[in-house]
C-alpha cells in the first residue's frame, strides 16, 4: 500500500524559512513524479509544487514561486520543500502526493504555521 510520511512543519515568523520533507513507500518512487499540496482552513486542498521523475523538473503555483524549491532524493524515497520568505498566508497543513495520478492514501500532513 501506497503510504506519504509528511514532516518538518512548524510555527515560524513571517520572512522565515522551512523545510519540509515527505518519505514516500508502495511505489518505485524513482519512476513517479511527485508533487506536494496544501489545505488551509476553510479551504480546498491546492497544488503548491511538483516534481518530475524523469528530469527533475519542476513547477510551481504563482503564489510560492520564487519563495519554495521543490526536490527530491530518490535514493531515500524522498521529496522536499524547502519555504523561504514565509507569509502568513502559506499556514497550511502541507501534503505530498504521487504526481502522476493521486493515491487515495493521504499523508497526515505537517502543519505550517506562520505568524508573529
Known amino acids: 500500500q501506497e503510504q506519504f510520511v509528511e514532516s518538518g512543519g512548524g510555527l515560524v515568523q513571517p520572512g522565515g524559512s522551512l523545510r519540509l520533507s515527505c518519505a514516500a513507500s508502495g511505489f518505485t518512487f524513482s519512476s513517479v513524479a511527485m508533487n506536494w499540496y496544501r489545505q488551509a482552513p476553510g479551504k480546498e486542498r491546492e497544488l503548491v509544487a511538483v516534481?518530475?521523475?524523469?528530469?527533475?523538473?519542476?513547477n510551481y503555483a504563482s503564489a510560492v514561486k520564487g519563495r519554495f524549491t521543490i526536490s527530491r532524493d530518490n535514493a531515500k524515497n524522498t521529496v522536499y520543500l524547502q519555504m523561504n520568505d514565509l507569509k502568513p498566508e502559506d499556514t497550511a497543513v502541507y501534503f505530498c502526493?504521487?504526481?502522476?495520478?493521486?493515491?487515495?492514501?493521504w499523508g497526515q500532513g505537517t502543519q505550517v504555521t506562520v505568524r508573529s
Open positions: 516534481i518530475a521523475h524523469a528530469d527533475g523538473s519542476t
Open positions: 502526493n504521487r504526481g502522476d495520478r493521486i493515491s487515495p492514501y
